[in-house]
């Protein structure tokens, strides 16, 4: 597991959604993280006839903007 915060997590978060903008459309995004089936669910569909790539984008800029609250695909909830 990627600790929150280090260089590898924040690295991870760009390379996401550079890829969910550049490539997502076609399910690369998706393939890069692990998820092979869905990319290619989201290959076939384009992008889930755009809906599913915009949702995917705006997840991981939301991500990428907050701190603290995701690491490997799990979101957590801070104290408040």
Do not use: P
Request: proline share 0%; net charge positive.
């Amino acid at each position: 597991m990627v600790k929150a915060g280090s260089g590898e997590w924040w690295g991870n978060l760009a390379s996401y959604l550079l890829l969910s903008i550049t490539l997502g459309v076609i399910g690369i995004d998706r393939i890069y993280k692990g998820e092979v089936l869905w990319g290619i669910l989201k290959l076939i569909s384009f992008g889930g006839f755009g809906i599913w790539y915009l949702v995917d984008i705006c997840i991981h800029a939301y991500r990428l903007g907050t701190t603290g609250q995701w690491t490997r695909g799990e979101i957590r909830i801070s104290n408040i």
